[in-house]
């Protein structure tokens, strides 16, 4: 079996973008150079990705840094957006793309998630895929439908360069409500996108593909849920914006 590094990454969403941002960020990469065997990944607002990405070349490199989103056209009339080599260019290395709060707020669809992460993956950033089911979802016995569905749209992209992107399960019934998947839920589901890459793309796909849990994940639950076998990291929103409490889970992943 493949042995994939775990990877804590932290979304800080529309928070701390300017000095307290660059703060946190420090006390992130120092805990990141404790823990050389976790890859480390912050995810901060794109007015202080450059910053960060000093910050990081500073503190060892241990430290990577991720765009929240990204426009898939690499430059013109696009008000307001911003392309993944402008990201690569700023130091980002990741962007996260699908989240459930661009899906439900900015309407964005299955293909154009599939056009993200292809314009991602065509400037050699590395994309962090978010899928995860509704609670109305779960409840109608559906979660393994949707999760293969949103899977399946962009999934073959990654068999380019097995490893290269990273799928991030976020039940959304979880994301921000202090209401954590337990692990047994999130395993489940894990063990099932794998199947499906396993399926759909081969072994060697679905072995290298780390697949990140993601919903309400902090200092007191990371452990559990990293011990299960197809949890291979975290996403984490809330508690990324605390350097003890973040810290504590990169540990957790060690
Ligand atoms: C997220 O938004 O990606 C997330 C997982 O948020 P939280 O950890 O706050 O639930």
């Known amino acids: 079996m493949t042995e994939r590094t775990p990877l804590i990454a932290g979304n800080w969403k529309m928070n701390l973008g300017g000095a307290k941002g660059c703060e ?8 990141a150079q404790a823990h050389p065997n976790v890859d480390v990944v912050v995810a901060p607002p794109s007015t202080v990705i450059a910053a960060i990405a000093q910050i990081s070349e500073e503190n060892g490199k241990k430290l990577e840094v991720a765009g929240q989103n990204l426009y898939p056209k690499s430059d013109g009339a696009f008000t307001g957006e911003i392309s993944a080599p402008m990201l690569l260019e700023a130091g980002a290395k990741w962007v996260i793309l699908g989240h459930s709060e661009r899906r439900q707020y900015f309407a964005e669809s299955d293909d154009f998630v599939r056009e993200k992460v292809a314009a991602s993956l065509a400037a050699g950033l590395r994309p962090i895929a978010c899928v995860g089911e509704t609670l109305e979802e779960r409840e109608a016995g ?113």
């Open 142 to 254: 559906k979660t393994l439908e949707v999760v293969n569905r949103q899977v399946d749209a962009f999934a073959s992209l990654l068999s380019e360069q097995p490893g290269f992107g990273v799928i991030a399960y976020e039940p959304v019934w979880a994301i921000g409500t202090g209401k954590v998947a337990t692990p047994e839920q999130a395993q489940e589901v894990h063990a099932a996108i794998r199947a499906r890459l396993r399926e759909t793309l081969g072994a060697d796909v679905a072995e290298k593909t780390r697949i990140l849990y993601g919903g309400s994940v902090k200092a007191s639950n990371a452990a559990e849920l990293l011990a299960c076998p197809d949890i291979d990291g975290a996403l984490v929103g809330g508690a990324s914006l605390d350097a003890e409490g973040f810290a504590k889970i990169i540990q957790a992943a060690g």
């Open 24 to 31: 946190l960020a420090e006390a992130v990469a120092r805990a």
